[in-house]
């Protein structure tokens, strides 16, 4: 502890005697200075134990003194020592009375007490308090070391609850709470997840502090250089003490080191999780699972889906101080959440502009990129395309089916497709593309020019005449007409398109490019 107004008091060799502010007695010591100008505040930096004779006073004065008082309590002094026997033999009346009016406390100071020895005191305590400190620091960054080296990151963030009297919390990457001491402040942690996220966005080493006096929160984020791989928060009744700051900048640097060890394996576990991806699609599941082993056996053992991810737009190199790629932070996400769940994820960059993902059907993986898409979709961060469930021997069926979902989220605008949304609905979405268009009307024009003549309803004959199968009698009754005209205007579509309506594959061509001009909406089935 700082050394106080009472520690002072009951220091025997000084012989000090309070005569004010006994109620104030406990307020720390920052420093003890000298000054006999009428005016010291300008001096003045908070926390001072302000010692005078009143040689240049008028102490006798009870304005001087109300004013001189409440000049020294607005500048944070928290004590005055008055020297007797030098310029006044006793504390004059009007300094009192004002110090006891506002609860400054007074010490008296007896002539045989230099004010030099009172200094070095204050000096010696705040030195051993340092001291004290320091020890103390070294003491914890000892302990949570040995608890990072033999139990890991858990044990760190209990001891280090432990340090500062309060709680703490372990962030991953994704603002989930991984770990938390004691039990209880399980539920204050998890409802700081959006000033984790904020914290995340900015370049590491950031801070933040949260709550208010009688909840203070401080943020700090883990990871080496710029990229921020975690989250650090402290809770206290109180701003942490040079004890306890030492306990948690050991405890940040000590989760920066295991963050960063575990990214290394990570690394490592992606390079193996590349070569059974490749294993995977070459058709080799049999080799795929002798070099997966122990570490992605489980998740080829049972139904899993491959998911392609691509970024919305034209990737460009993440400028200075911008974060992490969406595909990175894609793939951070999935890998907490694999390992929140318990589950085995293989997750593959393909390049800077793809991401590979193998996670197993039903599981917390999908459920998350899931989420994450529906999250990004507003901002156009990814796209991704989800393969149906499947098994290693169909790896590469189910690599070509999530190349397709991708590339129909991708003319949609959406940020995620499964395949069975292909396989379950209907083509006709698939013709939204501008290439598609431009077939169509390209194929068309000539019968479209017909008709703006005004020289007949080719476009409406040749869609009834489909829609109806090449049935003539069902398809004239639906235009209006005598089936021999509807005759001749089929022979004329086929002399102004040069093909023959007997080609099944020139009818199809037909029926499509209507529905993808929209000509063809709202009519019967296609041929």
Same mark, same amino acid.
């Given at each position: 502890?700082?050394?106080?107004?009472?520690?002072?008091?009951?220091?025997?060799?000084?012989?000090?005697?309070?005569?004010?502010?006994?109620?104030?007695?406990?307020?720390?010591?920052?420093?003890?200075?000298?000054?006999?100008?009428?005016?010291?505040?300008?001096?003045?930096?908070?926390?001072?134990?302000?010692?005078?004779?009143?040689?240049?006073?008028?102490?006798?004065?009870?304005?001087?003194?109300?004013?001189?008082?409440?000049?020294?309590?607005?500048?944070?002094?928290?004590?005055?020592?008055?020297?007797?026997?030098?310029?006044?033999?006793?504390?004059?009346?009007?300094?009192?009375?004002?110090?006891?009016?506002?609860?400054?406390?007074?010490?008296?100071?007896?002539?045989?007490?230099?004010?030099?020895?009172?200094?070095?005191?204050?000096?010696?305590?705040?030195?051993?308090?340092?001291?004290?400190?320091?020890?103390?620091?070294?003491?914890?960054?000892?302990?949570?070391?040995?608890?990072?080296?033999?139990?890991?990151?858990?044990?760190?963030?209990?001891?280090?609850?432990?340090?500062?009297?309060?709680?703490?919390?372990?962030?991953?990457?994704?603002?989930?709470?991984?770990?938390?001491?004691?039990?209880?402040?399980?539920?204050?942690?998890?409802?700081?997840?959006?000033?984790?996220?904020?914290?995340?966005?900015?370049?590491?080493?950031?801070?933040?502090?949260?709550?208010?006096?009688?909840?203070?929160?401080?943020?700090?984020?883990?990871?080496?250089?710029?990229?921020?791989?975690?989250?650090?928060?402290?809770?206290?009744?109180?701003?942490?003490?040079?004890?306890?700051?030492?306990?948690?900048?050991?405890?940040?640097?000590?989760?920066?080191?295991?963050?960063?060890?575990?990214?290394?394996?990570?690394?490592?576990?992606?390079?193996?999780?590349?070569?059974?991806?490749?294993?995977?699609?070459?058709?080799?599941?049999?080799?795929?699972?002798?070099?997966?082993?122990?570490?992605?056996?489980?998740?080829?053992?049972?139904?899993?889906?491959?998911?392609?991810?691509?970024?919305?737009?034209?990737?460009?190199?993440?400028?200075?101080?911008?974060?992490?790629?969406?595909?990175?932070? &894609?793939?951070? *996400? =999935?890998? /907490?959440?694999?390992? !929140?769940? @318990?589950?085995?994820?293989? +997750?593959?960059? $393909?390049?800077?502009?793809?991401?590979?993902?193998?996670?197993?059907?039903?599981?917390?993986?999908?459920?998350?990129?899931?989420?994450?898409?529906?999250?990004?979709?507003?901002?156009?961060?990814?796209?991704?395309?989800?393969?149906?469930?499947?098994?290693?021997?169909?790896?590469?069926?189910?690599?070509?089916?999530?190349?397709?979902?991708?590339?129909?989220?991708?003319?949609?605008?959406?940020?995620?497709?499964?395949?069975?949304?292909?396989?379950?609905?209907?083509?006709?979405?698939?013709?939204?593309?501008?290439?598609?268009?431009?077939?169509?009307?390209?194929?068309?024009?000539?019968?479209?020019?017909?008709?703006?003549?005004?020289?007949?309803? &080719?476009?409406? *004959? =040749?869609? /009834?005449?489909?829609? !109806?199968? @090449?049935?003539?009698?069902? +398809?004239?009754? $639906?235009?209006?007409?005598?089936?021999?005209?509807?005759?001749?205007?089929?022979?004329?579509?086929?002399?102004?398109?040069?093909?023959?309506?007997?080609?099944?594959?020139?009818?199809?061509?037909?029926?499509?490019?209507?529905?993808?001009?929209?000509?063809?909406?709202?009519?019967?089935?296609?041929?």
């Amino acid at each position: 502890m700082p050394p106080t107004l009472a520690s002072l008091v009951q220091h025997s060799a000084l012989k000090l005697t309070v005569r004010a502010g006994e109620d104030r007695l406990d307020t720390p010591v920052r420093w003890a200075h000298v000054s006999e100008l009428a005016d010291p505040v300008p001096y003045m930096e908070g926390g001072e134990l302000l010692l005078t004779t009143a040689l240049t006073l008028d102490a006798e004065d009870p304005e001087t003194m109300r004013r001189y008082v409440r000049r020294l309590l607005g500048a944070g002094v928290v004590g005055l020592g008055f020297a007797v026997g030098v310029n006044y033999e006793a504390i004059p009346q009007a300094l009192l009375d004002a110090a006891r009016e506002e609860s400054l406390p007074l010490l008296e100071v007896p002539r045989r007490t230099p004010f030099l020895a009172i200094s070095k005191a204050v000096s010696a305590a705040i030195s051993a308090d340092q001291y004290r400190a320091v020890t103390a620091g070294f003491e914890a960054q000892r302990e949570l070391t040995r608890a990072a080296l033999a139990e890991g990151p858990d044990a760190v963030v209990a001891r280090l609850a432990a340090h500062v009297d309060g709680w703490a919390a372990l962030y991953d990457t994704s603002g989930s709470v991984v770990a938390v001491s004691p039990e209880w402040a399980a539920r204050r942690a998890a409802r700081l997840t959006a000033d984790v996220e904020r914290l995340r966005e900015r370049p590491a080493p950031a801070s933040a502090v949260v709550g208010g006096t009688d909840d203070r929160v401080e943020l700090q984020s883990l990871g080496t250089g710029r990229r921020v791989r975690g989250a650090l928060a402290v809770g206290t009744g109180a701003p942490l003490g040079t004890a306890e700051r030492y306990a948690v900048h050991s405890a940040i640097a000590l989760l920066t080191l295991t963050t960063e060890r575990s990214r290394s394996l990570q690394a490592a576990e992606q390079r193996l999780g590349a070569a059974v991806l490749r294993m995977l699609l070459a058709g080799q599941p049999d080799h795929a699972r002798a070099v997966a082993g122990d570490l992605y056996g489980g998740l080829l053992d049972a139904p899993f889906r491959l998911l392609i991810a691509e970024p919305a737009t034209a990737a460009e190199p993440p400028s200075p101080g911008s974060g992490e790629s969406p595909l990175a932070v &894609l793939a951070e *996400s =999935l890998e /907490a959440a694999a390992a !929140r769940a @318990g589950e085995s994820v293989l +997750a593959v960059p $393909d390049g800077e502009e793809r991401l590979v993902v193998l996670a197993g059907d039903g599981g917390a993986v999908v459920t998350a990129c899931e989420g994450y898409a529906s999250r990004e979709a507003e901002d156009a961060g990814i796209v991704v395309g989800l393969s149906a469930p499947t098994g290693p021997i169909a790896a590469a069926a189910a690599y070509k089916q999530a190349e397709q979902a991708l590339s129909v989220a991708r003319r949609r605008g959406r940020a995620l497709v499964e395949h069975e949304e292909l396989a379950a609905g209907s083509v006709l979405p698939l013709l939204a593309d501008d290439a598609v268009r431009a077939f169509a009307d390209g194929l068309l024009r000539a019968l479209y020019e017909h008709d703006a003549t005004g020289r007949g309803d &080719l476009v409406a *004959s =040749l869609r /009834a005449w489909l829609s !109806r199968h @090449g049935q003539w009698d069902a +398809a004239a009754a $639906d235009l209006g007409v005598h089936r021999h005209t509807l005759r001749y205007r089929m022979r004329r579509v086929e002399e102004i398109l040069g093909r023959s309506l007997d080609d099944p594959d020139v009818r199809m061509e037909l029926w499509l490019a209507l529905k993808a001009t929209g000509d063809g909406a709202g009519s019967g089935a296609g041929a």
